[in-house]
């Protein structure tokens, strides 16, 4: 499994893939606000954005402790 967490795919994840996943539901949570699906919206915005949110942050911070170290990869 380290394999597939090396520092290319960790800065993928951390600066590509995680803010633009967290973009897109709370755009879709508050989408489901205006349009009367208040519920699904809150989870939306509560729930699956904080989850890429958190996603991005600690993908950053094992890319940096990555970095940190002396072989690199």
Do not use: H, Y
Not at 42 to 49: P, R
């Amino acid at each position: 499994m380290s394999e597939l967490l090396n520092k290319p795919t960790l800065t993928f994840i951390a600066f590509v893939a995680c803010p633009i996943l967290g973009l897109v539901t709370a755009v879709m949570g508050l989408v489901m606000i205006f349009t009367d699906n208040v519920v699904m919206g809150v989870v939306f915005l509560v729930v699956l954005t904080q989850v890429f949110i958190f996603g991005g942050l600690w993908a950053t911070l094992k890319r940096k402790s990555l970095t940190e170290d002396s072989s690199g990869q």
